[in-house]
């Protein structure tokens, strides 16, 4: 336990599907971090673990998709999150097409976003990806019911956090 755990265990934020592609290696995973971070210029942050493929593929990435996903998509949070791939390969097993500069976007996602990385932080055990938005879709409308941080509290990552 952290000092900081009894403030971020009150928070209950949207979780994230990341996707990258580099010369035709997919990859794609889970995030609990991630928000806007600036108005004009319009920019977003995304926090990948170290410990996982997707951050490997996106470390070497111009563009990452970000996926919402609605509170009836667990499916997608258990695949993107529960297995790694590493072993399993998360595309084969969804709907995609290629986006904005190639960066995978899931089908089935009823919001969406590509960013152009602007720069790396390196946070600790996560690096933040800052994302210059270039494309985006909503085609959802305003009652979207967006899968939480505590909707997912039942997923075994498919690499440890740490």
Same mark, same amino acid.
């Given at each position: 336990m952290t000092e900081l755990d009894p403030f971020t265990d009150a928070l209950d934020y949207p979780l994230y599907v990341v996707t990258a592609d580099v010369a035709g290696e997919r990859s794609g995973c889970l995030v609990g971090f991630g928000s806007q971070c600036s108005i004009r210029p319009a920019r977003f942050m995304v926090w990948l673990s170290k410990a996982n493929r997707t951050y490997r593929v996106a470390a070497r990435a111009d563009r990452l998709a970000v996926h919402l996903l609605g509170r009836d998509q667990g499916h997608?949070?258990?695949?993107?999150?529960?297995?790694?791939?590493?072993?399993?390969?998360?595309?084969?097993?969804?709907?995609?097409?290629?986006?904005?500069?190639? !960066? /995978?976007?899931?089908? *089935?996602? %009823?919001?969406?976003?590509?960013? &152009?990385?602007?720069?790396?932080? @390196? =946070?600790? $055990?996560?690096?933040?990806?800052?994302? !210059? /938005?270039?494309?985006? *879709?909503? %085609?959802?409308?305003?009652?979207? &019911?967006?899968?939480?941080?505590? @909707? =997912?509290? $039942?997923?075994?990552?498919?690499?440890? !956090?740490?």
């Open positions: 997608l949070a258990h695949l993107f999150g529960g297995e790694t791939g590493d072993e399993t390969d998360k595309f084969s097993r969804t709907r995609w097409h290629p986006g904005p500069g190639g !960066a /995978p976007v899931l089908d *089935e996602a %009823p919001a969406w976003f590509v960013g &152009r990385v602007e720069s790396r932080v @390196d =946070g600790g $055990d996560h690096v933040g990806f800052l994302l !210059a /938005p270039e494309a985006a *879709e909503h %085609p959802g409308g305003d009652g979207l &019911r967006l899968l939480l941080l505590s @909707d =997912g509290v $039942d997923i075994t990552p498919g690499h440890p !956090a740490d």
